[in-house]
């Protein structure tokens, strides 16, 4: 096993930051780590992705260029070192949306919509090449973790064909997608203007999806509660920005949002069983909530009837 404090160390010296202040920053569900470095009223953001856990930052590298080429709000890259799994980046800012939102709830709908744009614009763009497709195959195999770890095996033929079924009629998947767009992994930036006052963080695992996918993982949010008048003024937002029936949209949205939830509920239930990060059991009800909401669309009447009886709500 590699030192990775000493490889930390040099990583810092080699771009004059060896004696800034380092803080620990709460990370996601990965193995990656975090941290704030600052030098009087300076910052940056170490990422520290240990390759021998799995982790690889070119992804993150190349969809950083990508959204800053379009005048899009990723973090500017400092110094990197993809061989070591190192990258210091721009401080985008202290307060992601959930942060916000804790003490000033009435923003919701500003925030929201400030997002909604955000999404509208990578619509306006064509996505990088060589990205994985969220096509109904992919996207219904994608539930594996649901049957190893919260689902019955013997159920998985009827729901992955279902969901396959339900993804054939969305649009093709075509749009980029930064995969996990949720409250805490976009940073409100109020002093700027546009786009620019949504900044993006965790987008290494883009992909290429149906072009509602991030506004299902915005709206459904597995974290936080959101007023279903702040799902409505979203929805029409989109629905207006991009020219789509808002009936298409509604139905894809349910859609997106039923297949990312329940592999979401199989992840929630790996990292509470097999990594003891017992704190993601507080999300659980919330996903299960949002799934059975999603499922009373008709589009989705045979999910509803195959996953419907074991959720609890």
Known sequence: MPDRAGLISRF????????????????????????????GDRSR???DAAPETGEDTRPFLAIARHLRGRGLAAPDIVHADPE???LLLE???????????RTRPDDEIRLYTAATDVLAELQRHAPPPGLQRLDPTTGAEMLAPLFEWRAAEADAPAIRAATAAALARCRAPEALSLRDFHAENLVWRPERDGTDRVGLLDF???????PAYDLASLLDDARRDIAEATREAATRRFAELTGTAHAELTAELATLSV????????IFARLIARDGKDRYAAFVPRVEA????????PALADLRR????????
């Open 91 to 101: 401080d985008l800012g202290p307060s992601h949306f959930a942060d916000h939102l």
């Open 12 to 39: 810092l010296a080699e771009t004059d930051h060896a004696g800034w202040t380092r803080t620990p920053i709460a990370g996601d569900a990965s193995r990656r780590r975090y941290e704030r470095l600052q030098n």
């Open 84 to 86: 070591a799994g190192l």
């Open 204 to 210: 290494q695992d883009a992909f290429l999806a149906p």
């Open 306 to 313: 195959l996953v419907g009886p074991w959720l609890p709500c």
């Open 45 to 47: 953001i170490l990422m």
């Open 259 to 266: 297949q990312r939830n329940l592999r979401i509920l199989g």
């Open 290 to 297: 949002r799934l059975a909401a999603r499922l009373v669309h």
